[in-house]
């Protein structure tokens, strides 16, 4: 990816004029922008007329007019979402030119649940309430029908009685927290009730559990009765699954050579169009990147009156809640407090949250995630470009801090060769993908039908990828990149990749739960690629030391005076194992270097290559942790801690980072900003 200069002409679908649309479709940035001709008549209607007799300036008001018009909302709803009136206290007017209480809190206890209660995530009321052995209603009133509720009100004042106001906010908190318990525990067991086969909450079946001791039975009678034959079945098993994987990746190296075909061109898009767009945040002990993350979301284009920001903590986070109210947040954003039940895991916090999304489109993000500005338009312009059965699209992964440590550099020379080459490789060919954690953004169609997130898989990317394939739905690619950081040290490293490792066992064990299924579900191509990728992975990291004791043994072999036992088969194998170990260290490094950028190749330091066999090491030492813990503690999240806000300075001088003009993050050649 070549470094960008211009941060708008680079989002794929829009030219010049709808990005200037996008930028200046909200109040403070349109003033001067107008024609006076258009500005007269976008203040002919009510709405216009209603609020500049509330004194409010004639050209906010025009240019919520013409976002009104752009976006098809209202000119209420763009001022709100400009920060141009405050809510509550328009809301508290508006209750008193109806004459009706204002409620500024609503006990959940008074609530009146009903099956659909939920809708009122989102949409604005009404609300029931029980109240002194009656009910009330909780109106969000509007202006542009202000008039006619008073005349309804001259006609029927008995209705007075019966009726209140709150904002919308105040409406979706009661909300949130009268169905908690209930929600929770839908949506913890709803995909191991409507879809058992597919959730991990249970390690393995009872048909699983028998083969897998059949396995380990017929291992060990086979190296206690024939141990040589044994040694080399499994052999040429390990074998096989290894050069399946190199091959599949040096396919994706050698494609990423030559030059691509040309894409279609992406269709024009309709910026009078814009869907609502849902971002889901979600943080743990998130407290020192609240302040980053909020300003990072709040730099993404996109109308802030088609936006639903949404950060999921847990209830008891109270740290990171607290650090998340004092950045004094937008009317587009909520908290959202993930009840202690069940696993703590991400994806029942984004499982939770998903109940309330109300946009079409929905992107996930991590806490120390700096998305692209124009990522959700890029995204956007992409769905538009094809059909629905593209559901999600995984933006790369670009890391920030690839300068620190030499276990920083080989994880960003890991990701770059898993998001700028392996990635694109399966989405050209159509071959289910394993998604990374963050930066991915799905049609809300696709992921309910895919039936979500999974609670119970500690690696939920991975899992949702395959379920999302299997449910007929392709993954495709963005180039906006989203910037992060990377463990630097090995206790940081390890149980991160423990966690990864672990999911990716329950992956495949829940993908072969029904086998039969599962290569009809994916395709004969698709189910060897989920082999390789998962099983491969799983195999290659688990048995990596056991290919340098394959090779010692037959070298001691050849070496010792039984060597013409030495058959040219286990020679041919041991030349293999080699092969095999060799190939595979210099397609990790090809990969990661082939999608490298000039900046991020002047920025890790050569000799580090080096150390690739002790970061696989280290790689098949988190696998053995993993399996301990997939037996002793399947569901625990290990959570990854992140530099505090301060530190993204250091970094800044450490690895040539510049800041924008809105004191953002950018990695020279990455395009963050595109």
């Given at each position: ?56 300036g004639?050209?906010?008001v ?30 508290s ?88 318990s ?50 080399t079945v ?9 050069s ?19 894409s279609?061109?992406?269709k ?54 607290r650090?998340l109210?004092a ?78 440590s ?18 694109p ?21 696709a ?5 979500g997130w ?26 906006s ?26 992956t ?29 992975m ?13 090779v ?55 000799y580090w ?24 503690n399947?569901?625990?999240?290990e ?36």
């Amino acid at each position: 990816m070549a470094p960008n200069k211009s941060t708008e002409q680079r989002v794929p679908g829009f030219n010049e004029a709808d990005m200037a649309a996008i930028r200046t479709s909200s109040p403070r940035s349109t003033r001067g922008n107008l024609h006076s001709q258009n500005m007269r008549s976008m203040t002919a209607g009510p709405e216009a007329r209603f609020f500049l007799q509330c004194g409010i300036g004639k050209p906010q008001v025009n240019a919520a007019a013409a976002a009104a018009e752009t976006n098809a909302t209202s000119i209420e709803k763009e001022l709100i979402a400009e920060g141009v009136i405050d809510p509550e206290l328009y809301y508290s007017w508006l209750a008193g030119e109806l004459e009706l209480p204002f409620l500024t809190e609503i006990d959940p206890d008074q609530v009146v649940q009903l099956p659909s209660m939920d809708v009122l995530l989102h949409r604005d009321g009404p609300l029931r309430l029980s109240r002194a052995g009656s009910q009330v209603t909780i109106i969000v009133p509007e202006a542009r029908t202000i008039e006619a509720e008073k005349a309804r009100f001259a006609r029927r004042p008995g209705l007075r009685g019966r009726l209140m106001v709150a904002s919308p906010a105040t409406i979706r908190r009661a909300v949130w927290q009268a169905g908690a318990s209930d929600r929770v525990r839908k949506i913890t067991f709803e995909l191991d009730q409507d879809q058992q086969d597919a959730s991990a909450r249970r390690v393995m079946t009872g048909p699983q559990g028998f083969v897998l001791a059949l396995a380990v039975y017929t291992a060990a009678t086979g190296f206690m009765l024939w141990p040589f034959l044994a040694f080399t079945v499994l052999h040429i098993l390990l074998t096989m699954f290894l050069s399946g994987g190199i091959f599949l990746r040096l396919s994706a190296l050698i494609a990423s050579s030559f030059k691509p075909k040309r894409s279609p061109p992406l269709k024009r898009v309709n910026r009078r169009k814009l869907p609502i767009y849902t971002v889901l945040i979600a943080l743990h002990d998130e407290a020192d990147m609240a302040p980053a993350i909020v300003s990072r979301i709040a730099a993404l284009r996109w109308p802030k009156s088609l936006l639903d920001v949404k950060y999921v903590c847990e209830a008891d986070d109270e740290a990171t809640i607290r650090a998340l109210q004092a950045q004094n947040l937008g009317p587009e954003s909520e908290i959202i407090s993930t009840p202690a039940f069940g696993p703590r895991t991400k994806p029942k916090a984004l499982q939770y949250a998903l109940q309330g999304a109300r946009g079409s489109l929905i992107a996930v993000y991590d806490a120390e995630d700096k998305p692209a500005p124009g990522q959700l338009l890029e995204a956007w312009a992409v769905f538009c470009s094809n059909d629905a059965r593209l559901g999600c699209l995984q933006a790369p992964l670009a890391i920030a801090n690839l300068g620190r440590s030499w276990i920083s550099g080989l994880f960003a020379l890991e990701y770059s060769g898993l998001f700028r080459v392996l990635i694109p490789f399966l989405a050209q060919t159509r071959m289910p993908i394993p998604l990374g954690g963050t930066s991915n953004h799905f049609r809300r169609a696709a992921l309910k039908a895919a039936g979500g997130w999974d609670p119970h898989n500690v690696t939920e990317d991975a899992d949702l990828g395959i379920r999302l394939y299997a449910h007929g739905y392709r993954t495709g690619t963005l180039t906006s990149a989203t910037v992060e950081t990377a463990p630097t040290t090995p206790q940081v490293w390890a149980p991160q990749r423990t966690r990864w490792l672990k999911g990716w066992t329950q992956t495949w064990l829940v993908a072969m739960r029904r086998p039969r299924h599962t290569v009809s579900a994916l395709g004969i191509r698709g189910f060897v690629v989920f082999q390789l990728l998962i099983a491969g992975m799983l195999i290659s990291a688990l048995t990596h030391p056991l290919m340098f004791i394959f090779v010692a043994v037959t070298i001691a072999w050849l070496a010792s005076s039984t060597a013409s036992s030495i058959s040219t088969f286990q020679s041919t194998l041991m030349w293999i194992d080699l092969i095999n170990i060799g190939v595979s260290y210099l397609t990790f490094i090809a990969m990661g270097w082939r999608g490298f950028t000039a900046h991020e190749r002047g920025k890790m330091k050569g000799y580090w290559v080096l150390l690739t066999p002790a970061y696989w090491f280290m790689m098949s030492m988190a696998g053995w942790r993993a399996l301990g813990q997939l037996m002793s503690n399947t569901h625990l999240w290990e959570k990854t801690p992140h530099a505090a806000t301060p530190e993204w300075a250091a970094l800044a001088e450490n690895v040539g980072m510049q800041k924008d003009a809105q004191g953002m993050e950018r990695v020279k050649g990455i395009e963050p900003s595109s």
